[in-house]
Every structure is written in C-alpha cells, then in structure tokens.
C-alpha cells in the first residue's frame, strides 16, 4: 500500500478441488466404474441370445422339412401301391377273357353225322357231265348219310343247271340255304329239266361240319324220271 509491490501470495481457495480423470469424474458423478463393462457384456448376451434363437429357427425349419419330405413319401407309396392293384385287377381279366375265349372254342363239337357218313365219287355227277338214264331212285331209299368227295365234286350244286346233266335226265340241285359251323338245316332239292327249274322237289338235311357238308339223301321224287343228285 506503502508504494511496494505487494507481497502477497495469490492463494488458491480451499475449497475448490482439482477435477479427477474421466474415470474418476464418472466416479465423483455416482457412474458406476464397471458401468460399461455392463454394456459389454449385456451386448454379449443378446447376440448370444440371437444365436440361439437363428439356431432353434433354423432347426425347426429342419424339422418341417423332413416332416413334409416324410409326407411326400408316404403319399408316393400309397399311390404306387394303388397302381399296382389297379394293373393286377387288369391282368387278372384280361388273363380271364383268354381262358373264356379259348375254353369256349374247344367245348365246340360236331355232331355225329360228321364223323360217320357214306362218301361218294363220281364223276358221272359233275354238272358238267352229259346225259344219261342214271337214277338215285332206290339208291337212297331209306335215309343216308353222304359226303361227296374227290374228282366226282365236294357238294350239290346250289344253281339250276337245266336238265340233261349228270348222266340223267332231271338234274337235282339244292335250293335251300346252307347250315352255319356245326348246325342242321332243313332245305329243298329242285329237279330241273328244261322246261322248268324246279319241275319237281323233295326235302333234304345239311350239316355244316366246318371244311365239308354232309347230306342226309332220301329218294327223288318219283321212279318214272330219271332223277339224280347233281354235284359241283
């Protein structure tokens, strides 16, 4: 005061403290010192967390794979299984239509007269032959069995030939229809001469014994007029 620099010591007050490092400020603030290391490892356990549950989604997305794989599978055998019963139906009847079929063939017999009959060949008979005083009045008079064969024709003729054929004067030709496989029929014998196709008849049998016809012959009509079954 006196005109001298003033001694005095500039004091620092005593109640100001000097302010610690950060940690020591986040202490002298109440912060917890392991605070972040809370943080961390909090941090830790939910991505541990998120592990776990990538994990379990992906097992369960494993588990429904196999289960719809499994399903699959199971709906191919049942399909597989359905075919196979449908095919063996199919072959069973087709394997018993066969057996039908076949059985019905061979359960089909011809009758008697086709196995004993009296064969006739003769030349004489073809409708190509000429005249003659040849009769089968007599020949056939009691019912016969006969099968024409060889060089003399197979079977009677079936069309009027007009007469003076077959080494007779009325030529005999069939006018009825002819038997299926294995039947009978019941038909007409025409005898022509030239003045009409049809100048006098008589009823026959045929029987179809499926490559050859036997013919159940009576009589012609009458013994006066040379009469004669004519052949082709």
């Keep these: 005061m006196n005109g001298h620099p003033s001694n005095t010591k500039q004091q620092h ?30 941090s830790n356990m939910t991505t541990t967390n998120n ?4 994990n379990k989604k992906y097992f369960k997305v494993l588990l429904i794979s196999f289960g719809v794989l499994l399903i699959l599978g199971v709906l191919a055998c049942v399909v597989m299984g359905i075919y196979a019963l449908v095919y063996i139906n199919k072959t069973t009847v087709a394997s018993t239509t066969v057996t039908t079929s ?8 011809l009758p008697p007269q086709c196995y004993s009959y009296m064969i006739i060949n003769d030349t004489t008979r073809l409708i190509t032959a000429g005249s003659g005083s040849a009769t089968d009045y007599g020949l056939f008079s009691t019912s016969t069995l006969v099968r024409f064969f060889g060089a003399g024709g197979t079977q009677i003729a079936t069309s009027p030939t007009g007469g003076y054929h077959c080494g007779s004067t009325y030529n005999g030709w069939y006018a009825g229809a002819l038997p299926s496989f294995s039947n009978t029929v019941s038909g007409i014998m025409c005898y022509t001469d ?4 049809c100048t006098y008849y008589n009823t026959i049998l045929v029987t179809n014994c499926d490559s050859f016809y036997v013919y159940d012959l009576i009589n012609p ?12």
């Design 221 to 232: 009509p009458n013994n006066f007029n040379d009469m004669r079954y004519c052949t082709v």
């Design 13 to 42: 007050p005593k109640n100001i403290k000097q302010l610690p490092p950060n940690h020591e400020q986040q202490d002298s603030l109440g912060i917890p010192s392991n605070c972040s290391a809370n943080v961390e490892s909090s």
């Design 51 to 54: 592990n776990k549950n990538n």
């Design 102 to 109: 076949t059985t019905s063939t061979t359960t089909t017999f």
């Design 194 to 197: 030239n003045s009409s196709p």
